[in-house]
């Protein structure tokens, strides 16, 4: 549940926010660990470029229920972006690389547990099967491939470095904006942190990726990877790994599971290109 109010600061200025209740653990941690400035900071420079919503307030009880809570600043949103500008694809994926710089103050835990790729794969060759997707005969033989390489496939990415907290949801539609008091610049910030995770820093570059397989000129030539791996350079993060082949591996894996939910997300074109980045991307990660 949501519901938005005034809050008054000491120092008697006023702030529109958004109460939120309950908040889940994950983007409650993820809130107040990132989002939290004493009043007398809450318009420093350092909170005016806080990747994600500032914080007034919160709490993890009610009337002494455990009901966690949340109050932050209120944002303006462009709504769901579906034919981005090219700065909006750089707009998000910096200021992934500023939440990304600031989690990283956060000790990592241990990855969090792969899908079941068997059972994922399985269903995706069934649907290729009973003839959900297109082509369907070249789907059947691409995945059973991929079933044969599979203990391979998962070998190398279940052995990746985990060296960043992911966002985990990274899509237009969770860029909001902060307005400065300063003129009409706003600053990007990034809002439901309910998938944050650890794991290699790729894994939100190919998750922004995919939304846009089969209309791929709407990144207007930007290639999320190679632009992450840019932006974390300059920030100071690494970003010196054999990240492509990583990001291979992943595209291949996720590529082979689109079948198994094409009845209910993809059209016929994210469908298609999926088909045709997994048979080009196979041979190469699996040998």
């Not at 910096?94 to 241990?110: D, G, H, I, M, S």
């Not at 070998?155 to 539609?173: F, I, K, P, S, Y």
């Not at 010196?240 to 990001?247: C, F, R, T, V």
Request: hydrophobic share 40%.
């Amino acid at each position: 549940m949501t519901g938005f109010s005034t809050w008054e600061r000491d120092d008697g200025s006023r702030t529109k926010v958004m109460v939120k209740l309950p908040v889940g653990a994950i983007e409650h941690r993820w809130g107040v660990a990132l989002g939290s400035y004493e009043h007398g900071r809450f318009e420093c420079d350092e909170a005016i470029c806080c990747p994600v919503p500032r914080v007034l307030a919160s709490g993890t009880s009610v009337g002494g229920y455990d009901f966690a809570w949340i109050v932050v600043e209120r944002l303006s949103s462009p709504g769901v972006i579906s034919r981005p500008e090219e700065k909006h694809v750089h707009e998000i994926l910096e200021t992934l690389v500023e939440f990304q710089a600031r989690a990283a103050a956060v000790p990592l835990e241990a990855a969090k547990k792969s899908p079941d790729w068997e059972k994922l794969l399985e269903r995706s060759r069934d649907a290729a099967r009973n003839g959900i997707v297109e082509d369907s005969r070249h789907w059947s033989e691409a995945v059973h491939r991929v079933q044969r390489v599979l203990p391979l496939l998962r070998a190398r990415w279940e052995g990746r470095a985990v060296n960043a907290w992911c966002h985990g949801d990274l899509h237009l539609g969770n860029l909001l904006h902060r307005a400065t008091s300063d003129g009409p610049q706003s600053q990007s910030v990034l809002v439901d942190l309910a998938l944050v995770h650890s794991g290699h820093w790729v894994e939100d570059a190919i998750y922004f990726e995919r939304q846009y397989w089969g209309h791929s000129e709407l990144l207007k030539g930007v290639k999320p990877a190679s632009e992450l791996a840019r932006l974390r350079r300059e920030r100071g993060l690494n970003a010196n790994d054999n990240y492509p082949e990583l990001a291979n591996v992943r595209r291949v894996l996720m590529a082979a599971c689109v079948p198994a939910a094409a009845e209910r997300e993809g059209n016929a074109k994210y469908v298609a290109a999926a088909l045709e980045l997994l048979e080009r991307l196979l041979p190469q990660v699996s040998k």
